[in-house]
């Protein structure tokens, strides 16, 4: 196999008279011989071999690229060049929800296999909703002013994530006086959407004025339990020992 590189090919004709004569102006041609159809290329996750994962605290998504060998050569990126990650949320394929830059390429990796690192969320810290992520890595010049190649990989990355509601089948009024007496409790019923799996439930009681008056952990229940789109019933009574407030305002259920 050929080394990757610049090559240049020069074709000369000589006739067979006697004497022989050859042409005074060979004819020439530059060729590039690189190891991918871009100058960077997408190694993995890929359209065609997608990461699926389960959000979790601390999710790690690895996106692992290269430079075309070629690259090297060319003057664009004589003093470096720069790659920049972005990933897009399917519902917006026009505004990144993470980007990443990788300064100075070139000088350390010759040809070697370099590494964006993601930890799920957003540029900005928010949680990252469930579905398909697009993937797009650009190399760019040192001063960011030129655009060298690049390579996007749609529905690259699958991200199941657990989303609790509450169904509209829950208790909105309650008896006060039933509560203080024990002769009755709040049921709420709540669904984990998304196709994640939690790793713990929390619920919380809100009074009028938005503040957490009660929390609790949803008990006895292990991860592989809370199947998705699984329905599940939160009851308790309030504590004897403390006075019920009246106007609660909202209940609420975190994954």
Known sequence: MACPGVWRFGLAVTD???????????????VNIGNCPSNLC???????????????????VMVYFYLNSSLYTLPAALFG????????HESSPATPFYTSEDPNLLPTDWGGHLVFHWNGYGST?????????????????ESLGVSIGGDEEPNAIRIAVASPTIAA????????????????????????????????LRWKVYDASNSVIFSSVVASRQPQDYSPGMVEIAQWPWFRSAPIPRNWRLFAVEA
């Open 81 to 88: 060049a720069i790659a920049r990650l972005e990933i897009f």
């Open 16 to 30: 067979d008279d006697d004497p022989s004569k050859t042409s005074l102006s060979p004819a020439e041609a530059v």
């Open 42 to 60: 997408v190694d993995y996750p890929t359209t065609s071999t997608p990461q699926t994962i389960q959000f979790i605290e601390g999710t790690d």
């Open 125 to 141: 810290g928010q949680r990252p909703v469930s579905g398909n992520y697009h993937v797009k890595v650009s190399l760019l010049n």
């Open 169 to 200: 089948t829950s208790d909105r009024y309650v008896d006060r006086d039933k509560l203080e007496s024990g002769t009755d409790v709040v049921a709420i019923n709540f669904n984990i959407d998304g196709g994640g799996i939690p790793d713990s």
